[in-house]
């Protein structure tokens, strides 16, 4: 299986500064349609999990931009350019390139 | 708009059976792979099952199989999960996702509680 290593698992974020999580999968996720599945969910406090980005880096629409996604192969991350409070949550990547699909353990983002 | 609405969560006993239903709405159903993933109390997320829209593809975890089913009614725009050979490993929230490399949305998730 492929396995999916989040770090940090916590982020405390001073409000209006940038937060950065990273992504490590244990084997490249380029598909063999040369595509990457990488996703990054987030997953406010009580709530389902709400997909961020697809594709390593294609933003949702209603995403703030604040929000993007990137990397390569093995080495992903998700950047929040400046953190608001709403923002506060969870944070995992998934891989859907591979059987069995994958998640991180998730990281946790919160307000200093 | 496209909705997931889970149904059929509840407490269960070690050794029972449950069935989940996640009815969808606001979309082409029969055009979309669904998935199945619970997250345990405090967890993390957790893929459990995959049917192709066709319903004659799935896949499960290494955790679930030979206990779980997964299938769907395109007619009825609603996918299952019959879960049978429950322990309190199972005790979760779970979700219905739609797509194979979509994941997008999610429904309110069932809670599923395996205890004597």
């Known amino acids: 299986d492929v396995v999916m290593t989040q770090s940090p698992l916590s982020l405390p974020v001073t409000l209006g500064q940038p937060a950065s999580i990273s992504c490590r999968s244990s084997?490249?996720?380029?598909?063999?349609?040369?595509?990457?599945?990488l996703i990054w969910f987030q997953q406010r406090p009580g709530r389902s999990p709400r997909r961020l980005t697809y594709e390593v880096s294609n933003r949702d629409s209603g995403v703030p931009d604040r929000f993007s996604g990137s990397g390569s192969g093995t080495d992903f991350t998700l950047k929040i350019s400046r953190v608001e409070a709403e923002d506060v949550g969870l944070y995992y990547c998934m891989q859907v390139s591979y059987w069995p699909w994958t998640f991180g353990q998730g990281t946790k983002v919160e307000i200093k | 708009e496209v909705q997931l609405v889970e149904s059929g969560g509840g407490l269960v006993q070690p050794g029972g059976s449950l069935r989940l239903s996640c009815a969808a709405s606001g979309f082409t159903f029969s055009s979309y792979d669904m998935n199945w993933v619970r997250q345990a109390p405090g967890k993390g997320l957790e893929w459990v099952s995959y049917?192709?829209?066709?319903?004659?593809?799935?896949y499960y975890a290494d955790s679930v199989k030979g206990r779980f089913t997964i299938s769907r009614d395109n007619a009825k725009t609603s996918v299952y999960l019959q879960m049978n050979s429950l322990g309190t490993e199972d005790t979760a929230t779970y979700y219905c996702?739609?797509?194979?490399?979509?994941?997008?949305?999610w429904g309110q998730g069932t809670l599923v509680t395996v205890s004597s």
């Open positions: 084997q490249s996720l380029v598909h063999s349609d040369g595509n990457t599945y």
């Open positions: 996702a739609r797509g194979h490399f979509l994941f997008d949305p």
């Open positions: 049917i192709s829209a066709s319903g004659t593809g799935f």
